[in-house]
C-alpha cells in the first residue's frame, strides 16, 4: 500500500532533550516536506527536499533540522526542542515539486 | 510571505446543498492545490490546478482559478455529511518548491 509514515505519533518531552520524527514513504518519491499545524495558523512548512541531500528551508525553519540520506526517509530533528515548538507535525511527499502531495498520519508532540 | 487565505472561515450547509469556499494568495504561483483535513488527521488531495488553466472538475468537485485576481474557488455540489471537514489551499509560489497553506475553511454539512 502506497504511504507515508511517521513515528512516533505521540511524543510527550521536556524542554531541551533532543528528539527525531522518522517520515519514511513507499512511493519512491522525490519531494518531502515538513509542516506543522497549529490552531489559527493554519499548516506552515518547516522544510522541504527536492532529492537525496537536496533540502530547503520552508517558511518556519527555527529550531529543527532535516536531513535526507536516502529517498525515502526525511526525518525532522529537534535540537533542543522548546514548548513553542508544541504542535501537530506532519510530513508528506509528492512524485516531484508541483504534484499532489501525500501526507502522513501526523504526530502530536508536546514540549513541557 | 504569501500565504493561501481562504474563506469564509466557517461554513454551514445542509445537506444536498453547495459549499463554495475561496482562496485568494499574493503573489504568482506555479500551480494551486485544495486538500481535506478531517478532525487533525493527515490532509487528503483533492485537485491541483495549474497557474494556466481556468477551471478543473473531479467528481463532484469544481476548483476556478483567476490569475489576475489571485485567487482560486471550490465548489462541492449536492454535499453529503461525509464532506464535513476542513479544507485547505495551498499555492506554490512561482520560482521556489514552497507551499504555504491558509487557515482553512472548516465546513460543517448537517444532515
Known amino acids: 500500500e502506497a504511504q507515508v509514515t511517521q513515528n512516533p505519533r505521540y511524543l510527550i518531552t521536556v524542554t531541551g532533550k533532543k528528539l527525531t520524527v522518522t517520515c519514511s514513504q513507499n512511493m519512491n518519491h522525490e519531494y518531502m516536506s515538513w509542516y506543522r499545524q497549529d490552531p489559527g495558523l493554519g499548516l506552515r512548512q518547516i522544510y522541504y527536499s527536492m532529492n537525496v541531500e537536496v533540502t530547503d528551508k520552508g517558511d518556519v525553519p527555527e529550531g529543527y533540522k532535516v536531513s535526507r540520506k536516502e529517498k525515502r526517509n526525511f526525518p525532522l530533528i529537534l535540537e533542543s526542542p522548546s514548548p513553542n515548538q508544541t504542535s501537530l507535525y506532519f510530513c508528506?511527499?509528492?512524485?516531484?515539486?508541483?504534484?499532489?502531495?501525500?501526507f502522513g498520519p501526523g504526530t502530536r508532540l508536546t514540549v513541557t | 510571505s504569501q500565504q493561501g487565505e481562504e474563506d469564509p472561515q466557517a461554513l454551514s450547509i445542509q445537506e444536498g446543498e453547495n459549499a463554495t469556499m475561496n482562496c485568494s494568495y499574493k503573489?504568482?504561483?506555479?500551480?494551486l492545490q485544495w486538500y481535506r483535513q478531517n478532525s487533525g488527521r493527515g490532509l487528503v488531495h483533492l485537485i491541483l490546478?495549474?497557474?494556466?488553466?481556468r477551471e478543473k472538475h473531479s467528481g463532484r468537485l469544481r476548483v476556478t482559478l483567476d490569475t489576475s485576481k489571485k485567487s482560486s474557488s471550490l465548489l462541492i455540489t449536492a454535499s453529503r455529511a461525509a464532506d464535513t471537514a476542513s479544507y485547505f489551499c495551498a499555492p506554490e509560489t512561482s520560482g521556489t518548491y514552497k507551499y504555504i497553506f491558509g487557515t482553512g475553511t472548516r465546513l460543517k454539512v448537517l444532515a
Open positions: 490546478i495549474r497557474s494556466n488553466e
Open positions: 503573489t504568482s504561483i506555479n500551480n
Open positions: 508528506a511527499s509528492s512524485l516531484i515539486d508541483g504534484y499532489e502531495q501525500y
